[in-house]
DNA sequence: GACCCCCGCCAC
DNA sequence: AAACGTGGCGGGGGTC
């Protein structure tokens, strides 16, 4: 963002390269000190805000200089495993091309995929909406659209198999430092919300630690000697959506159902008083609740946690049919429950339909009171921790709308958590800071007898408590404890065989409860 | 060959 | 009519 052209201030002589970098640097800087300058002087001292985003530049400093340790040999067994799967299957896919087409296919260009299924196999084309606009596409949910056709299957099941695998294997090579630790850079102020950003560091090394895939996770390691914590926070959007309803409209009915053991449970109670025999035993509620079949093999409990998730961000029944793939009907039957309520009527059947009392029409309610906020000077929103933001769509579109009621959630976690890490930076020095994970951060502390006090301590610096008219409302963590950053039992995606099951992966902490000893040596991780 | 946009896909 | 938000990355395929 220069505004004078390093060329119009060259000397006779030409710049050197580094010359040209300096000037360039001193530039831009003392650019940002006239703006700095300007924006300060409307203030008598700066934004809380901006005095935080700063404090956190010393602990994601830290973070990014540290690194992560990897595992290089899992590592390299793994890329090696997914290359050889990719081969044989894209052997296979181009045997089958051969003869459907005569050439072989790259599953990842979209556009000789469009050839293939729509001119060469001559299928019905899919056109879907993204942002708008409708397209013919060949993304996940197109390709299972076409699976119906029987002689397009394989080639279906053999393209969305090669691009997972190819998905799996870049983010396995992203390249790592020569210590073996990978660093990704944060960017601290990035983002509209106030989350960190993560990505590739200045050096070119490292990537985006923010979206490893799960099953991919158990690479990064905890360094010797060490043991790794990952704390996050229990449903953190669904407490504060619950939390801005009873600060605005004193009706704490959301924020108590999040608080009231299994949210899930407690939302299905709500949601169905009658279709299900409650017995007021928590275990035994939640069993219920995630046994008893809504639709098809989808529990009523399901349907809580995937169905109010998506109605909470004013998605429609016809999204959440589609990302959950049910009818339309039975999703609008779950928001008229859930939220948005529904007056009698009979349908063409003449099948007399009662009126339907929503659960929680707090959360519609809350939803116009953003629109009316965004509507109205100055457009814009301030959550409990002070961070503002403008809206600049156009004030009575959906997607305006849509992004300011996401807002609040997504910052307010933004913001819980920056404060947590920013806390255990600050007062936990035993702690290396490793990873944030948006509502989550992970640390490794040293593996001896004084662990689960630490782990203790961590927990209670995450805390932290607002108040309103005498409600107090704290967002709980949860600790998880292990060796290495995938999951202990649930692996999810095994890279073939041997990965099924994960021992120096993450467990609930529970004190006391971790008898477990490191199973990989570490001289084999540092090898 | 550098650059850019589109596409598909991973996370929360 | 359009249809939940916030991000980053790599490959394809085009342009300059």
Not at 481 to 504: E, I, R, T, Y
Request: net charge neutral; with cysteine; proline share 6%.
């Amino acid at each position: 963002m220069t505004l004078i052209k390093t060329e119009e201030l060259t000397p006779t002589t030409p710049l050197s390269a580094i010359d040209t970098l300096q000037t360039y640097c001193c530039l831009d800087s003392l650019v940002m000190l006239e703006v700095f300058e300007e924006i300060s002087s409307l203030f008598n001292q700066p934004p809380q805000i901006y005095s935080f985003e700063r404090a956190l530049q010393a602990p994601y400093l830290e973070m990014m200089q540290r690194g992560f340790l990897v595992d290089e040999l899992a590592r390299r067994q793994a890329v090696d495993s997914l290359r050889a799967r990719e081969l044989r299957l894209q052997a296979t896919l181009n045997e089958m091309a051969q003869a459907a087409c005569g050439h072989s296919l790259n599953p990842r260009s979209p556009a000789q995929l469009k050839d293939f299924f729509y001119s060469s196999l001559k299928l019905p084309e899919v056109w879907l909406s993204q942002k708008g606009e409708r397209k013919l596409s060949t993304n996940r949910e197109a390709l299972e659209k076409l699976d119906s056709y029987l002689y397009a299957r394989p080639f279906v099941s053999a393209v969305l198999g090669l691009r997972d695998l190819a998905k799996q294997r870049e983010v396995l090579e992203t390249e790592i430092d020569r210590d073996g630790r990978i660093r990704t850079s944060y960017n601290i102020a990035g983002t509209e919300t106030g989350r960190p950003s993560s990505s590739s560091n200045a050096f070119g090394t490292g990537g985006n630690l923010q979206n490893v895939a799960l099953g991919l996770r158990y690479v990064f390691v905890a360094d010797p000697g060490w043991k790794l914590v990952v704390i996050d926070l229990e449903q953190v959007e669904a407490r504060d959506v619950g939390w801005f309803c009873g600060v605005l409209f004193n009706d704490w009915s959301y924020l108590d159902a999040c608080e009231s053991g299994d949210l899930h449970t407690s939302v299905c109670k709500l949601v169905w008083p009658r279709e299900l025999k409650w017995t007021g035993v928590p275990d035994r509620d939640k069993w219920l609740a995630d046994s008893s079949i809504f639709y098809r093999d989808f529990s009523y409990r399901f349907m809580s946690k995937r169905g109010a998730h998506l109605s909470n961000y004013m998605g429609t029944a016809w999204t959440a049919a589609r990302v959950m793939k049910m009818p339309i009907a039975t999703l609008e039957e779950f928001q008229a429950r859930y939220i948005l309520g529904r007056a009698q009527f009979t349908d063409k059947k003449g099948t007399f339909h009662p009126a339907i009392v929503p659960a929680f029409p707090c959360i519609p309610r809350w939803w116009q009171w953003i629109a009316q906020q965004i509507q109205t000077p100055p457009h814009s929103l301030t959550t409990p921790f002070g961070r503002t933001r403008h809206f600049f769509g156009r004030p009575g579109d959906d997607t305006t709308l849509r992004e300011a009621i996401a807002y609040m959630p997504q910052s307010t976690t933004a913001d819980r958590m920056n404060l947590g890490l920013w806390r255990i930076w600050k007062h936990m020095p035993q702690v290396q800071l490793l990873g944030q994970g948006y509502d989550s951060v992970t640390f490794q502390v040293q593996d001896d007898s004084r662990f689960d006090e630490v782990v203790a301590e961590a927990l209670e610096l995450i805390k932290v408590p607002l108040e309103h008219q005498g409600r107090r409302y704290i967002c709980p963590g949860e600790a998880k404890v292990g060796w290495n950053w995938g999951s202990m039992h649930d692996a999810s995606k095994p890279l073939g065989q041997g990965n099924k099951f994960n021992p120096d992966g993450l467990v609930k902490w529970q004190p006391g409860q971790d008898r477990r000893q490191r199973q990989v040596g570490i001289k084999r991780i540092m090898a």
